[in-house]
């Protein structure tokens, strides 16, 4: 199947905006609530992990049946896809999902958020070295106040101690480098199979690969319903 282009317009451009800050103000809901998980109901970030990534992946995958059923088979025939889908599983989902729950677990939701927000510095760092140039004023300006914020929020101020955890600081950077990815690595990969279906394969492969790890039927939690509504809900 030859590569799709999409001609997007200026609508498009407004509705992806407006997903782009629906899904921050959801991602960072779903971090308060992953926190609860695990603070109240004691389930380890792993347990998580795993039985999202493996429910949104069947969902990601229904979807992708219902709606673009050619896209999907496509997707499972062409095994020079299978490096690339692999690779977004493991780095963009794998590797987000965990770090980022690690990441609250060590230290809170908000602090874990404010440090994935450094995949900004990393995603820079790409674009630079692709374009062979420096930061701009403005992005050498934005690197700084990263860095300065990272600092106070590690600080507290004292710069002769660690107010966090280190392994929470580091579970952050792991967090905001595989976050950073997400910006690269399934971009053709969607352009060329859809959403769904790289979403869909890429979440069920992660899931899959923590499943004899986890063993989520031995180790889940005692959930109450609103544990359960919680977990639904992340």
Not at 33 to 61: D, N, Q
Not at 178 to 194: D, H, N, Y
Request: glycine content about 10%; some cysteine.
């Amino acid at each position: 199947m030859a590569e799709k282009t999409f001609e997007r317009t200026p609508k498009d451009l407004i509705i992806g905006i407006a997903m782009t800050l629906c899904g921050g103000v959801l991602w960072g809901v779903n971090a308060t609530v992953s926190k609860i998980l695990m603070g109240t109901y004691h389930a380890s970030p792993l347990w998580i992990a795993c039985v999202r990534e493996l429910a949104a992946g069947v969902l990601f995958l229904t979807c992708s049946a219902i709606m673009t059923p050619k896209l999907l088979t496509g997707a499972l025939r062409d095994r020079k896809s299978y490096p690339r889908l692999l690779a977004t599983a493991i780095i963009c989902v794998l590797l987000v999902q965990v770090a980022y729950l690690e990441s609250i677990n060590w230290t809170n939701s908000g602090t874990a958020t404010v440090l994935q927000s450094l995949n900004l510095l990393f995603v820079l760092g790409v674009v630079c070295l692709r374009g062979r140039r420096l930061p701009g004023v403005r992005e050498g300006i934005g690197v700084a106040l990263a860095f300065a914020g990272t600092v106070l929020i590690a600080t507290g101020g004292d710069f002769t101690t660690l107010k966090l955890p280190l392994v929470g600081l580091i579970w952050g950077a792991i967090n905001a480098a595989s976050t950073a990815a997400m910006v690269f690595l399934p971009v053709k990969l969607i352009e060329r199979w859809g959403n769904f279906t790289v979403n869909g394969i890429a979440f069920l492969i992660s899931g899959l690969v923590l499943l004899p790890f986890v063993r989520p039927w031995a180790t889940a939690p005692q959930l109450d319903w609103l544990g359960v509504g919680l977990m639904a809900f992340t």
